[in-house]
């Protein structure tokens, strides 16, 4: 007689089980993610410096100094740097420290203490590792965020995770408002201030910021579009002339039958979430829950093309604001003052 015929649930010591093709496929993606992480890394991570300021103690003798510290990175190979304002606001020395532990004094190049900038400078006879700059205005919600630093000066920090919303606007802790702002689940401590959230390739999407204390997988970044604004501000004028018209505001997508209906030629606009007391804002006539849509007839999709419009051209003068108010559309005039620091 032939042999026995082998039925399937005979083969279940040659078959690998459902659990360990799925374990399988799982630590294939846990590589491929891994693998992303690394390798965007490795893109930055020379780039990423380690800074320590020294602030004069009102009253004090000269040697006296209280030392603060942060993260930053390198975007220019000729030595510039970005990061936030509060590491190194008030700062009377500034020393940038690089990833193989060479050491700079740095001057401070410009302050922006409301997007929570600032730019230095080193002076280096060679060119210097530098980051790429990316675009925030084309992240999408739920693509990687890896937040990177250099806290103690030892060794960089690095945690991952994604971009968990846009177009946000925070009061920090001096009660000034930051716009265009990045949340992020990618954990971040106070050493981290300063340094880049890049993305999967490796660009910089926004300069990590960590001022919101007691906050749980919530994290923070200054898009990176924001910086470049402020950057080009400071290298023509040394500090960012702003105008100022007193709100505060959310990115804010438009329904599909709101742009038909009022032939609008952006998918989205500001929404007014804080009107301040005596602004222009509120002199002018501007309500909270108004969609700002343009500005003298420049289209406004966001918060971040808010704050690019509000340059220092229009500090002074009758500015058109157009908004969505309920089912009309109306234009409000305001007088922008210079935003002071």
Do not use: C
């Not at 040697?63 to 936030?84: E, K, V």
């Not at 740095?106 to 002076?123: E, K, N, T």
């Not at 929404?271 to 804002?281: C, D, F, L, N, T």
């Not at 849509?293 to 340059?311: C, F, I, K, N």
């Amino acid at each position: 007689m032939g042999s026995r015929p082998r039925f399937v649930d005979d083969l279940s010591g040659a078959l690998p089980s459902a659990s360990a093709a799925g374990s399988s496929e799982d630590d294939a993606l846990l590589d491929a993610y891994s693998r992303t992480v690394i390798d965007a890394l490795e893109r930055v991570r020379a780039a990423v410096v380690f800074i320590t300021v020294e602030r004069r103690v009102p009253g004090a003798p000269e040697r006296h100094a209280r030392a603060g510290t942060g993260s930053g990175f390198i975007f220019t190979p000729d030595g510039y740097l970005l990061t936030n304002s509060h590491v190194v606001h008030g700062a009377t020395h500034i020393r940038v420290q690089l990833a193989d532990g060479t050491k700079f004094d740095a001057d401070l190049v410009g302050d922006d203490p409301h997007s929570d900038l600032a730019v230095l400078r080193i002076g280096s006879p060679e060119p210097l590792p530098h980051v790429a700059l990316g675009e925030s205005g084309k992240l999408r919600v739920g693509q990687i965020a890896i937040a990177v630093g250099n806290p103690l000066g030892l060794e960089q920090t690095v945690t991952a995770g994604v971009v968990s919303a846009l177009g946000r606007s925070l009061r920090s802790n001096s009660g000034r408002m930051i716009y265009d702002v990045i949340q992020t689940d990618a954990a971040l401590n106070p050493g981290n201030s300063g340094g880049p959230l890049i993305n999967s390739a490796g660009q910089v999407i926004g300069v990590n910021t960590a001022i919101i204390p007691g906050a749980q997988s919530i994290s923070f970044a200054t898009a990176i579009d924001t910086a470049k604004w402020v950057i080009m501000q400071i290298f023509a004028h040394g500090r960012v002339r702003r105008a100022y018209i007193g709100v505060a505001g959310t990115t804010f997508a438009l329904p599909r039958r709101v742009q038909r209906y009022f032939a609008l030629e952006s998918e989205s606009g500001v929404r007014v979430m804080e009107i301040v007391k005596g602004s222009p804002a509120a002199l002018g006539g501007l309500r909270t829950d108004d969609t700002i849509v343009a500005v003298d007839g420049q289209v406004v999709e966001g918060v971040d093309a808010l704050q690019r419009v509000m340059d220092g051209s229009r500090i002074g003068r009758s500015v058109s604001v157009s908004v969505l108010r309920g089912a009309q559309r109306v234009e409000v005039v305001v007088v922008p003052v210079e935003q002071s620091v």
